[in-house]
């Protein structure tokens, strides 16, 4: 078994930031990728950034510029640290991790941007 868990999540105001943390334990051979997905009620679960192993990287155009996203893969650790955060990117914000061509997921934190 692979756990996900997720922090850093809150309330900030329009232009503020946070960072979120995730960290995998477990039955962990090597994670070939890991990243952040989030989702609003009644919408799908959209992609926000991924990075691989080796630290290539790909951002939704919405974060582009604003979020950044890195790894710390002896601690089989992600991060993902947003800037100049709009009421639009509130949602529940999802870890996620690939292993051996399985997906894992963590529970979501949630993150609030207030106008």
């Known amino acids: 078994q692979v756990q996900l868990v997720e922090s850093g999540g809150g309330l900030v105001q329009s232009g503020g930031s946070l960072r979120l943390s995730c960290a995998a334990s477990g039955n962990i051979f090597r994670i070939n990728a890991m990243g952040w997905y989030r989702q609003t009620p009644g919408k799908q679960r959209e992609l926000v950034a991924t990075i691989t192993s080796g630290g290539n990287t790909n951002y939704a155009d919405s974060v582009k510029g604003r979020f950044t996203i890195s790894r710390d893969n002896a601690k089989n650790t992600v991060y993902l640290q947003m800037n100049s955060l709009k009421p639009e990117d509130t949602a529940a914000y999802y870890c996620?991790?690939?292993?051996?061509?399985?997906?894992?997921w963590g529970q979501g934190t949630q993150v609030t941007v207030s106008s």
């Open positions: 996620w991790c690939i292993i051996k061509s399985r997906d894992y």
